[in-house]
């Protein structure tokens, strides 16, 4: 039998193919079949794939076994599915039994023994063998025990248990138990003696959860056998499941361990637990329930005993009890209070359990709630479960997502119903027919809640006497007896166990009806209203400030002094009236959006809404009637009259009412200059204080304490008071009092002609004309704060990057200049220090003996950096970052074999020197000390000469070996040391030939290098022509004898001068005996090493200044070097480090490139040609890396494995990002190796031969798996396996690969129970064994975990397997960098310091866009990104105190977040974006967000414009259901002022500014098109002249800052000039614009404010899948169209109409400014949206041979017409697309307008009507009106409209019921509709005066109208979607289409005609690949070049 192989855990790759266990990669032996597929099960079955594997595994050697295996497997499947009702059950077992029947007559032949039965016992017999329990090898026991098993089950159906078959079954069994999967920690008897079970810390926790002494065990003695601990204990008390209780062992286990090791000072004993460990991890654990408790009053269940062991024993249990909760609960777990519920009540049936309290009923021990009814998931199903089920059936409610937030509860409704006492009404157990489970829609059952709720009360009230009896009965402790303060909750658990419940229950009965309770304390509703509820008081200071500044413009104030004035004073005070409305407004707000949460409101807070609204409403009155009749006092005003003393000298009544408004809005005000005070009010239960808060904001759990300290106050204050000033002094100088004269002129004059009918003619002060110029100047005003906040964000920004340090180290020259500072800062950054104070020292203590200017530093920590150094090199090198010449130029070798006494530089900073000194010398006029000094000034100059010399000298000493040419060597040496010491070099040589020996020199060192026997003799030539030229040219006196050499020495040295004279007649080196050269020299790998540097360093010349060429590598090499010079936290040892996880969820996105997908061409190119053009370097250093030549030597040497991991390493791919994420293993294990004490002997060996070390490596490995986890959550992991797909396979290679991999995933599992088949989940948690995935943990759930978003409940299933206390989130479109892994300790260090009044929750990190290059679209999206996540995140944390998590790579502190509801959350819609609400909560719940620059992590983003737009698309979305989340608006209301003001224009405040700037647009061209028509413009410009147009300049030409894209341009090129300098990041602002980038930002305007918009007013939020795909490919003109067609090219049409009458009919805008200001930009956004998706569609002009070939095939412009009228015409119905029909696409659409509300429907139809104004305006400027101004001209004009719809209708009519049998009638229909058309317009045209003019006007006029009745006939369409007007509506809509998408065709197809447009584009896509002279025309051009 062959031997059983098993893959090293520790090597990370295995032993041949991955995929063996598959068919696909099937082996073959002789004619045995390849095995059958073992992982493609149906679910139903799943449990029969242990057979088949085995099957699989003993095929070779056993065929009939495996055969009987396979049958065996075959009869399980049909006794788990016998009518294969299963989906794809009887597909399976046909393929299985075709196999059985192919392999029963194949396999018999083969088989060893004379029976079946024999031959089972053989083969089990030869694999027991390695099942010994003294086998070392734990993988081979493993699986060994796996194959034993399986053949026992099938030996035992055979033999229908046989003596011998009963006696194995036995053994198997008990070595079952020795060896069981695991995660992390073995803790199975057979784990024992590995190395992490070794560690002191991890023996400490073990054993403080075996101490199981005092407890009371279940009855069943066979289970209390199987209890070892105390997890196993809560386990059978509980009804927790295996798997669960498993999980959470090795958890705690982990958690106690770490925080024990880590405890300073430390422990006495490391054996024993810590009390220190136990308490901080209690407090971490229980600080939200602790005070959950305090807030709803109730006295906490955690009880501790007096005796100390079993203190200790009860904290664990406690522990234990709430991890095994978190982890059984599912989706329960984003309800954090409701697990604090149940824990509340589990912890205190757990003290009852542990004091053996008897029950008065039963008398029996107290038995749990969760364990009634039995069973080992009787925790899931009486606890669990039916909370879940409420989730599940509030989640359907919402119809994916499409109902009215207000129709069902969300995850946020369910928790909060846990922040009130009334939860506790819910009982222990859960009494299930309470309201809280009521899912159904609300009845009228408030009355006999009242009822229940009456009744309820007097029961308890005649019960009462029996409440202390039933304490003592349910054995409540002493303390908590005596204790007066006894909770409700205990209290009710007394009348529990009792049965006053029962009896409360049974009394009811009949009484009590369920009722939907609904939202809790928050109703989300669609409306812009959110906008001003969530940030009343930025609205109110806008309000308020813009009624000052009008009035001060109205006075036309000129100086501050003014403002004493009285009369401006009295006119000042009227924003007082403004203030109280506007709280009016608020508070009747208020009312209405909490309106359908009022069942679940106290009194307390109706009260409060109630006296709100009556307290606004009588300030409003008392303001009104106090400022109309002021009342003052007539002798007091007399005195001072005219003086603005006398307003408070003389005050009246209105004056003493603002006094009091004041003071009683004072407290807030002072309560901000003391944050620690107002935090102290907020938190604190004292009902003073309480009630005082009461008024200012309803008392909720989370939103309390948020203040910053005093310091953070003041900065950010600082901030925005900068802003808001210079906001205002612009406001008022540029934008308001330049208007205000206009004004007042326009106001006061009468206008008595209009060019329209005027319904109201005697309208005063010209209302609408003063509309029309102020609607968006007050639009602007609200708006450019924005703008204001991108200015000062640039300054700050920059100001605050500038002190932290950031490109200091910009390029490789200044990384080459700085080098030497490098060892120091990184052995004080990333080396664990003695203490804080060595922090920082020491910078610039390696290469001592190279440089003087360095001393202090010991040879070990330049090891370190030596070893770290290379390690970073080798890194790139793997990745084909930098050549293999690079990469030895990079390294920094350090040998203690070789010149120990001389350490080195790396050779990128001393090659280019070497050449620099022999130039410099050999042309030398001076003193020899005069060239030392100048070379000793250079220290890198003196170092390329010194270790040249050294070097050569101990090659030379190696290679030259006979005793005559030694001496000569020896004699050269000892005269150049001499003339150096003597300072008489340059008299005793001639340095004039130095180049000729140095040329010499490396001709010699070449040969050596290659060291081959056939260069002997040109070796030995050319050691000859080295000491002649220095014997014969270079030495001026001749061979002389120095004085320093020996008596012994001095006698041969005699004769050296001979010898040298006689060199030509006795040639040296010839000799062979004895040899005269050691040539080949020694294959010692110093040896070569030191031959290859001395190499590089004598060769590589100015090359070695360009190192590395790579602009990746250098920025990764420059940005390392800069952050060493950061301020970071001082690295801890591996050991003491926090230990952390890694999550990265995933779903279906792409793993890794196949052979065949790395090949297909998609528009001719495929990925292997793109990545080509794209990294040509990398692709070079790829080849070079395999030893091939080309892609065709790929091929033929098979490597085509290794092209497609290079090729999916440079995608936005699963396998890079585990790649990256495995970095940090390697980054621990080389810091751990780092760590371990100083021995010389360990670091000789080097790191290299220490991992091959198997003790030393098992050693690193445990210290590393302690602290570090990575998890991948494929949701969909078990779907792939189970239907074949390869994404399942790749995922299994990615696990054999990285060992300590682990994959969490669901399983969908079927199970038959009478006759049918119900689905079971479970989460499990699987890792590589053997190279297939095996098993670890199943935790069964209570139903689907996809209730709300995906990726969300992705990361929550995954969550309860990581470990560590803080976890880092990483998105599978991510990469990390070794550099960068090795700070990840530093990192973790912020967690334990305070920033601010706090400790971080979350670590923000910086991030690198890696996608930036492939394109223009990709660069412009990369900068907009990158000045995000770095200026703008920067200023966000400090000073703005506002970041929160945008996503990843941020960092969780764990422990605080799964307490506390997750990492994210999960309701459908309303967090869509669901990274950003995880900050939100932390920041909700007295969190802190910081930020960290001094890491950084690798992300992807979409590189085409579509996948850019469906990005931006969902994250306009997202910031719509933000507006309207909770979460918000609690932020918005809980923070001071200006944090409130940071939290708005930082979150929604971009995207509401960008609507509302598009909206000033808007209101200007709707404004000039009312006075433009109505004939107003003419009267104002004749009487007022321009005055009102040019004031309009500075407020309106600020929208082209958000349309030019200079929002994020300003902190962009900011960020740029930090780490680039100032010249790069102009030139990279002018490449950008020259590229368009104007053009992007435009059309990326156009999408945040249409999605934006229409979420807030409709709703149609949801997740858009980009795919991520790497490639740009051609888009078709269909497929744009259908994207674009509402969002922007209706948007742009309407513009472009507006624009065409405002210039036809308008007169202001000619020949002013502003025609090129306000004009222009507008003309340049209409183009944008409608042309922007084809000018960066690549191929998108591609059509230069159109005019030749209309039919060409392959013409980009003709296949899209094509398609596009395919499209069109295609009719729609149910199942088709709408990528095949416009009827789909069209019905799709509107699909948001289906679940709208009444309200949302309204206002679609109020805007729509704007689009009749066009008609209403521009039939009366017809010349066939003849100035006629009455009515019936407007009413003629409908008539029309009604014709040509009538005509349309005809026509269609026509089509349907003629067009397919009747062509002759139907084309006389069309026939007579033309003709009788064309009459109408002959007598128009000849009687009535029609002009071609008014053809055209009439367009302008009845296509925004037609377009208007769709908009409405839409929003109306449940009303006439089933009468025949229906089908009107849709051919008018395509009609309309058909032209939008005509006169969209039409451009493109001219442009592509012409050929430098083509040329031009894919210049403009081409991105950074012109700049790195990429051939990019071939790509873009579809050209594949790859072979």
């Known amino acids: 039998m062959d031997e059983i192989t098993v893959v090293e855990e520790d090597g990370g790759r295995s032993n041949g ?34 057979f088949l594997r085995v099957a699989n595994e003993i095929e070779h050697d056993y065929p009939r076994v495996a055969y009987l295996c396979r049958v065996h497997a075959l009869e399980r499947a049909h006794i788990m599915d016998p009518h294969s009702t299963g989906r794809k059950v009887r597909q399976f077992k046909t393929l299985l039994l075709q196999r059985l029947e192919r392999d029963e007559k194949a396999t018999e032949s083969k088989r060893k023994a004379n029976s079946e039965r024999r031959e089972l016992h053989k083969c089990y017999e030869d694999y027991s063998k390695y099942t010994q329990a003294k086998s070392a090898n734990r993988e081979l026991f493993t699986k060994a025990n796996e194959i034993t098993s399986v053949l026992l089950e099938v030996w035992t159906a055979i033999t229908s248990g046989a003596p011998e078959v009963l006696s194995a079954g036995k053994d198997v069994k008990g070595k079952a138990g020795l060896y069981v999967p695991y995660n992390i920690l073995p803790l199975d008897p057979g784990g024992a003696e590995q190395a992490i079970m070794q560690l002191l810390e991890i023996k400490a926790a073990v054993a403080a959860l075996h101490n199981i002494r005092g407890l009371h065990w279940p009855k069943d003695a066979d289970e209390r056998e199987n209890c070892r601990d105390l997890l196993d204990w809560l386990q059978f008390t509980f009804g927790f499941q295996k798997g669960n209780v498993a999980n959470q062992r090795e958890h705690l286990i982990l958690l106690l361990a770490n925080i024990h090791i880590r405890l300073n000072p430390k422990p006495k004993l490391l054996s024993k637990l810590d009390d220190r460990a136990l308490n901080e991890l209690m407090n971490k654990l229980f600080k939200n329930y602790l005070t959950w408790c305090k807030f709803l009053g109730r006295k906490n269940n955690l009880w501790l005993p007096t005796i100390h062991i079993e203190e200790l024993q009860y904290k664990i249990l406690y522990m234990g009890l709430y991890l095994l909760i978190w982890g059984e609960a599912a989706n329960l777990r984003l309800i954090p209070e409701c697990l604090c519920y149940m824990f509340h009540h589990m912890a205190y049936e757990l003290q009852g359990v542990l004091s053996g309290t008897i029950s008065l009923l039963t008398g029996e021990k107290v038995v749990p709630a969760s364990v009634h009814g039995g069973g080992p998931e009787a925790f899931l199903d009486n606890i669990v479960t039916p909370i879940y089920r409420v989730i599940y059936e509030e989640a359907q409610k919402s119809k994916n997502g499409t109902a009215r937030h207000s129709q069902w509860r969300n995850y946020d409704d369910l928790n909060e119903f846990f922040w009130s006492p009334d939860c506790f009404q819910l009982g222990w ?23 229940w709720a009456l009744k309820k009360d007097k029961l308890l009230k005649e019960e009462a006497c029996h409440c202390e009896e039933a304490l003592e009965e349910v054995g409540v402790p002493a303390e908590l007896e005596m204790d007066k303060s006894l909770t409700e909750a205990h209290y009710q658990e007394g009348l529990k166990e009792v049965g006053v419940q029962g009896k409360i229950k049974t009394s009811m009965k009949g009484d009590y009806k369920s009722c939907w309770i609904g939202k809790t304390n928050f109703v989300e509703i669609r409306s812009f209203m959110h906008l001003f509820r969530s940030f009343y008081r930025m609205w109110t200071f806008f309000i308020l400030a813009l009624q000052a500044i009008l009035i001060m413009a109205w006075h036309d104030l000129r100086s501050p002094i003014q403002l004493f004035d009285e009369t401006l004073l009295e006119d000042m005070m009227s924003i007082f009236i403004t203030s109280a409305v506007i709280k009016l407004v608020q508070a009747v707000l208020d009312v209405i959006f909490t309106w359908k949460a009022r069942k679940n409101m106290k009194f307390s807070l109706r009260l409060r809404y109630f006296l709100k609204i009556a307290t606004a409403a009588i300030w409003v009155i008392i303001f009104s009637v106090y400022y109309a009749h002021p009342n003052k006092n007539s002798t007091c005003i007399a005195k001072l009259h005219g003086s603005w003393v006398s307003i408070w000298r003389c005050p009246s009544s209105y004056t003493s009412a603002v006094a009091i408004y004041l003071l009683v809005n004072a407290i807030r005000m002072v309560l901000f200059f003391f944050p620690a005070m107002s935090s102290y009010i907020e938190t604190s239960n004292w009902r003073a204080l309480t009630l005082l808060t009461w008024w200012g904001q309803p008392r909720l759990y989370v939103g309390r304490g948020l203040q910053e300290s005093m310091f953070s106050v003041v900065k950010y204050t600082f901030f925005w008071m900068l802003l808001l000033i210079s906001k205002l002094l612009f406001s008022y100088y540029f934008e308001i009092k330049p208007l205000m004269e206009p004004t007042k002129q326009i106001m006061e004059m009468s206008v008595s002609k209009y060019d329209w009918h005027e319904f109201f003619p005697k309208v005063k002060n010209n209302a609408g004309a003063i509309l029309a110029i102020w609607a968006p100047v007050i639009l602007v005003y609200f708006m450019d704060t924005q703008i204001w906040y991108a200015f000062f964000c640039t300054i700050f920004g920059g100001i605050c990057g500038a002190f932290r340090h950031l490109g200091e180290i910009r390029t490789m020259g200044a990384l080459r200049t700085r080098f030497q500072s490098l060892p120091g800062a990184f052995n004080a950054c990333l080396m664990p220090t003695t203490s804080n104070k060595d922090h920082k020292k020491n910078v610039g203590c390696f290469f001592l003996k190279c440089s003087p200017k360095v001393s202090g530093c010991s040879e070990n920590d330049g090891a370190k950096f030596a070893l770290v150094w290379n390690q970073i090199i080798s890194s790139l090198r793997s990745e084909d970052l930098i050549s293999n010449m690079e990469m030895d130029l990079l390294n920094v070798p350090y040998s203690l074999e070789l010149s120990s006494n001389l350490a080195h530089w ?14 410099l010398a050999k042309n030398f006029i001076g003193k020899d000390k005069e060239l030392y000094r100048k070379i000793r000034k250079d220290a890198y100059m003196f170092c390329a000469v010194k270790e040249s010399f050294e070097s050569l000298k101990c090659i030379l000493d190696i290679l030259v070996v006979g005793k005559r040419e030694r001496s000569i060597v020896y004699y050269i040496i000892h005269e150049v040391e001499a003339s150096i010491n003597r300072s008489s070099l340059l008299s005793d040589f001639k340095i004039s030939e130095l180049p000729l020996l140095c040329s010499t020199v490396v ?52 004769e050296v001068p001979t010898m040298l004279n006689g060199v030509i007649e006795a040639p040296l080196f010839l000799s062979m005996d004895p040899p005269a050269i050691c040539f080949p020299l020694p294959a010692v790998g110093s040896l070569k090493k030191q031959v290859k540097r001395l190499r590089l360093l004598l060769s590589v010349n100015e090359s070695a200044m360009d190192v590395p060429s790579n602009l990746e590598a250098r920025r990764r090499l420059s940005f390392f070097a800069t952050s060493l010079f950061m301020d970071m936290p001082t690295a801890p040892k591996v050991r003491n480090m926090l230990s952390f996880s890694v999550l990265t969820p995933y779903l279906m996105e792409e793993v890794m490139f196949s052979e065949d997908e790395l090949h297909s061409a998609q528009d001719g ?16 250093n790829f080849l070079e890396r395999i030893e091939c030549e080309n892609g065709e030597d790929i091929k033929e040497n098979n490597k085509q494995k290794e092209l497609c991991e290079w090729a999916t390493f440079r995608g936005q791919t699963l396998s890079r990002t585990v790649r990256g994420m495995m970095y940090y293993r390697k980054a621990l294990k080389l810091q751990a190796f780092l760590d371990m004490p100083k021995d010389e002997g360990l670091w000789a060996v080097g790191w290299e031969e220490v991992r091959s070390q198997r003790p030393l490596s098992a050693q690193l490995k445990a210290i590393t798996d302690m602290k570090f986890t990575y998890v991948v959550s494929c949701q969909m992991f078990g779907a792939h396996k189970s239907s074949g797909d390869r994404h399942a396979q790749d995922i299994v290679n990615l696990m054999i690969k990285y060992p300590s991999l682990r994959v969490a995933y669901i399983e969908e599992k079927e199970q038959i129970g009478n006759g049918k088949a119900h689905k079971v989940y479970s989460s499990i948690l699987v890792k590589a064994v053997n190279n297939l995935d095996k098993e670890i943990y199943r935790i069964k759930l209570p139903g689907p975990p996809n209730i709300g978003e995906g990726k969300p409940e992705n990361q929550n299933h995954a969550i309860i397997f990581t470990r560590g206390e803080a976890l880092q989130t990483i998105d599978m479109n991510q990469d990390n960098y070794l550099e960068e892994a090795l700070k990840m300790r530093n990192v973790l260090q912020e967690f334990l310091k305070h920033h601010g009044k706090r400790h971080p929750t979350i670590l923000g990190l910086r991030e690198h866009i890696f996608t930036g290059s492939f394109s223009s679209l990709a660069g412009f999206m990369s900068h907009q990104e990158t000045s995000f996540v770095t200026i703008g995140q920067r200023l966000l944390a400090d000073p703005l105190k506002v970041r929160f998590h945008y996503g990843h790579p941020d960092i969780f502190d764990r422990l605080f977040h799964i307490t506390r509801g997750g990492i994210s959350k999960a309701s459908k819609v309303i967090n869509l974006s669901e990274d950003i609400f995880a900050g939100f909560n932390s920041t909700l719940r007295q969190g802190n967000v910081t930020y960290h620059e001094y890491i950084q992590v690798g992300k992807g983003r979409d590189v085409g414009l579509n996948l850019i737009t469906k990005f931006e698309a969902k994250v306009a979305n997202g910031n719509g259901e933000q507006t309207l989340s909770r979460d918000l608006y609690r932020l918005g209301h809980h923070f001071d002022f200006f944090r409130m003001l940071s939290c708005y224009f930082t979150t929604i405040g971009f995207y509401s500014n960008s609507l509302i700037m598009v909206l000033a647009v808007y209101a200007f061209l709707y404004g000039q098109l009312y006075l433009v028509l109505s004939g107003l413009e003419k009267a104002i410009l004749e009487k007022v002249g321009r005055k009102h147009i040019e004031s309009l300049e500075s407020a309106l030409a600020s929208q082209s800052f958000i349309q030019f894209g200079l929002l994020t341009g300003l902190p962009m090129v900011m960020e740029i ?19 368009l980038s104007s053009v992007f930002f435009t059309f990326s305007l156009g999408t945040k404010t249409h999605y934006y918009g229409r979420t807030l007013l409709h709703g149609g939020a949801k997740y858009r899948a980009t795919g991520r795909r790497f490639t740009v490919f051609h888009v078709s003109f269909a497929e744009n169209y259908r994207l674009y067609s509402r969002s922007h090219f209706v948007k742009g049409f309407e513009l472009i109409i507006l624009l065409i009458i405002y210039n036809m009919y308008g007169q202001s805008l000619k020949r002013s400014f502003i025609c090129m200001v306000v004009t222009y930009s507008i003309w340049f956004t209409v183009v944008t949206w409608l042309f922007a998706p084809f000018l960066f569609n690549p191929s998108g002009f591609k059509g230069q041979e159109i005019v030749e070939d209309w039919k060409a095939e392959g013409q980009k412009i003709v296949e899209d017409w094509k398609g596009w009228k395919k499209w069109i015409k295609n009719s729609g119905g149910i199942g088709v697309q709408q990528e095949k029909s416009w009827e789909s696409w069209w019905d799709a659409e509107q699909s948001h307008l289906k679940y709208s509300g009444l309200s949302g429907k309204i206002i679609e139809i109020i805007l729509s009507l704007r689009f009749f104004v066009y008609q209403y305006g521009l039939v009366y400027h017809l010349d066939i009106t003849h100035e006629e101004k009455s009515i019936l001209v407007y009413t003629l004009s409908w008539i029309v409209i009604a014709t040509l719809l009538i005509a349309i209708k005809a026509v269609n009519k026509g089509r349907q019921f003629l067009g397919a049998q009747f062509h002759f009638e139907y084309r006389l229909l069309k026939v007579c509709l033309f003709l009788g058309a064309s009459s109408i317009l002959l007598v128009l045209f000849s009687v009535y005066g029609l002009s071609l003019m008014d053809v055209f006007v009439c367009c302008l006029a009845f296509l925004p109208t037609g377009w208007g009745l769709l908009m409405i006939a839409q929003a109306v369409r449940p009303l006439i979607e089933d009468t025949r007007l229906w089908e009107s509506v849709q051919v008018l809509a395509q009609a309309y289409d058909y032209g939008m998408g005509f006169i969209l065709f039409i451009p493109v197809a001219i442009l592509a005609l012409i050929r430098d447009v083509s040329d031009l584009q894919k210049l403009l896509l081409s991105g950074q690949a012109v700049a790195c002279k990429v051939r990019i025309r071939p790509v873009l051009a579809g050209e594949d070049k790859y072979k």
Request: charge should be negative; glycine fraction near 4%.
């Open 1003 to 1054: 001709q010699l060192v070449d040969f050596l290098f290659e060291n081959k026997e056939s260069s002997r003799d040109t070796v030995i030539k050319l050691l000859q022509d080295v000491v002649e030229i220095v014997a014969r040219d270079m030495m001026v006196n001749g061979p002389s004898i120095g004085d320093s050499f020996s008596s012994s020495e001095s006698e041969l040295m005699h």
């Open 429 to 451: 157990p859960m009494r299930t027919e309470t309201n809280f489970f009521f899912v159904s829609g609300p009845t009228g059952c408030d009355v006999t809640r009242k009822k």
């Open 1617 to 1635: 000039a930090l780490e680039r300098g100032f010249r790069a990041a102009l030139s990279k602002f002018i490449t950008m614009q020259l590229k």
């Open 1165 to 1180: 190119v495929s990925i292997a040609s793109y990545m080509q053009k794209i990294y040509p370097d990398e692709w070079k």
């Open 906 to 919: 790396p050779l990128f900073l001393i090659a280019p020197k070497f050449q620099a000194v022999v130039d």
């Open 17 to 50: 193919d991955s995929s063996s266990s598959r068919s696909s990669g099937a082996r073959t032996v002789g004619d045995v079949p390849e095995p059958f597929d073992s992982e493609a099960l149906p679910p139903t079955i799943i449990e029969i794939r242990p």
